[in-house]
């Protein structure tokens, strides 16, 4: 029995998550706190010893029928002593009926197995300093300049679940840069590209097909720099895994897609860029 003291982290707290998660080479980016919060504001969970943190998870509740569930992570020297247990049965309870989603690391997944998860597909992280995107077409503009409606409807055909608070802090957040493609007057790609603790991410990058994801991709490079970049493309996507590849990015790393039960058909064949590992 673990004698850890589970409480909501509060807002200012979130940094602490992203910082362990930092340590653990997850990259987070450099805005994420003031995002990850306003979906479910009890969503992310400390756990104290002696009024010090120890472990940490999130949860997030999106609308009555989907979570899911993401830093997960114990203090390397209190590992082994059953706090992560006690922390993810916490997140289990925050999230009652919904099916759960996560992003757990491969080694990892007979373990999630063991507790209802089933796999879906991997993502694959590519990273490295792009190369060989043309320049972007005329028809690449600024996210602001969708309306947020088309942008949530749109969202809807590959997420489980609306997430609407999350969805408009992580598209006008300052630091993040959004674009979209517009084809005979209709959203046909869009994306986010971030700065993190290294090089930037891009997520989500959700296109028709491959010309227009590499056309939103152009937009959102467009002033970003030399450095690296990195793009989690799920892997049963090939023209995601093809784009990344032809950029001349290079697998850094991967997870395993699981979820507890059954959801609504999504378009993950639109999906050439996860939004986050951390949230989904």
Not at 27 to 46: H, K, Q, S
Not at 103 to 113: I, T
Not at 116 to 140: K, M, Q, S, T, W
Not at 184 to 210: E, M, Q, T
Request: net charge negative; hydrophobic share 45%; proline share 5%.
């Amino acid at each position: 029995m673990t004698d850890l003291s589970i409480r909501p982290m509060r807002p200012e707290e979130i940094g602490l998550a992203l910082d362990w998660a930092a340590a653990e080479g997850w990259n987070p980016g450099l805005c994420d706190a003031a995002c990850f919060g306003v979906e479910d504001a009890a969503a992310f969970m400390i756990g104290e010893l002696d009024g010090q943190p120890a472990a940490t998870v999130s949860c997030v509740n999106y609308g009555a029928s989907f979570a899911f569930l993401g830093f997960y992570i114990v203090r390397p020297e209190l590992r082994g002593r059953g706090h992560g247990l006690a922390m993810w049965n916490a997140a289990i309870a925050h999230a009652g009926s919904r099916v759960i989603g996560l992003d757990g690391v491969v080694a990892q997944q007979d373990n999630y197995r063991k507790s209802g998860f089933e796999f879906a597909h991997r993502n694959i992280r590519y990273g490295g300093a792009p190369a060989g995107l043309d320049a972007p077409c005329d028809g690449v503009i600024d996210l602001a300049n969708v309306s947020f409606a088309i942008l949530a409807a749109d969202d809807a055909t590959v997420f489980p679940a609306p997430r609407t608070a999350f969805l408009r802090a992580w598209t006008r957040t300052e630091g993040h840069r959004g674009r979209a493609l517009v084809r005979d007057g209709r959203l046909a790609a869009w994306g986010v590209i971030r700065p993190c603790r290294s090089g930037s991410k891009i997520g989500p990058l959700i296109a028709d097909d491959r010309p227009a994801a590499e056309a939103v991709l152009a937009g959102l490079l467009t002033g970003a720099g030399e450095g690296e970049i990195f793009l989690d493309a799920p892997s049963v996507n090939r023209e995601a895994v093809a784009l990344a590849e032809g950029l001349g990015l290079a697998p850094v790393f991967e997870t395993a897609r699981m979820y507890t039960g059954a959801l609504a058909p999504m378009r993950t064949d639109r999906v050439f860029g996860v939004t986050t590992f951390e949230l989904g």
